[in-house]
């Protein structure tokens, strides 16, 4: 049996499995979704959002891109943050990054390779931003550990800075927006940052909806 064949018997099985517990499982799944949780995470194999996190189907709406970058240029994540966040109106927004992250280790380094370097560049732009504090970490691991969690940070305030986010708010307490770090080591999720709508941010940022769209 080839590789990609096991996944497509999986599936079967998985199935099978189920129907036996409830044998109206799909077709609830077919009325629709209505998940809690809008997840941005690595695209990294080793971290699986619904398998790290116990949930199930129905649970995360899920983007995932190298090193869990938001920016507001991606059509992608923003189409995905707008219907999320506005029409399906999930209550938390989880930024996820990881230890041992392949993307962050490369806006460490100065190789080139290729299209890659401008979506790494944004984390370039986190190590700007953090340059002192990140220069007085002696040690390369520790530095790149501490980059991935200083770019959850950032990526987080990118989402906060977004009109969804702050529509939400003008109304009411959510989205919270949660920033987390998973340790691929030892599996645990550490929480690094949570953002409300209390947090300051700078006013720069912020939109006025008292206005007329
Ligand atoms: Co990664």
């Not at 080793?46 to 920016?71: Q, Y």
């Not at 986010?165 to 030892?186: A, C, I, K, N, S």
Request: glycine share 6%; net charge negative.
């Amino acid at each position: 049996m080839h590789r990609h064949e096991k996944l497509l018997s999986n599936n079967q099985a998985w199935v099978r499995a189920k129907l036996d517990l409830d044998e109206q499982y799909f077709q609830r799944q077919a009325e629709g979704q209505s998940p809690p949780f809008l997840w941005i995470g690595c695209a990294d194999s080793r971290v699986p959002p619904d398998e790290i996190t116990g949930s199930h189907a129905g649970d995360l709406f899920v983007h995932r891109n190298i090193a869990n970058i938001v920016t507001h240029s991606d059509l992608n994540l923003m189409s995905l943050l707008e219907y999320g966040i506005l029409e399906l109106r999930v209550d938390h927004i989880i930024v996820c990054g990881h230890t041992r992250c392949g993307g962050v280790k490369a806006a460490l380094g100065h190789r080139k390779l290729g299209i890659l370097d401008k979506w790494i560049r944004n984390i370039k732009d986190v190590y700007h931003l953090h340059r002192s504090e990140l220069e007085e970490i002696g040690d390369e691991n520790t530095q790149w550990d501490r980059l991935v969690e200083l770019n959850v940070r950032e990526q987080l305030l990118n989402v906060a800075k977004t009109s969804f986010v702050q529509r939400r708010w003008d109304e009411g307490d959510f989205p919270v927006l949660h920033g987390w770090v998973y340790h691929v080591e030892d599996g645990r999720l550490e929480t690094i940052v949570r953002h409300t709508r209390e947090d300051p941010m700078d006013p720069i940022y912020r939109y006025d909806f008292s206005e007329p769209a």
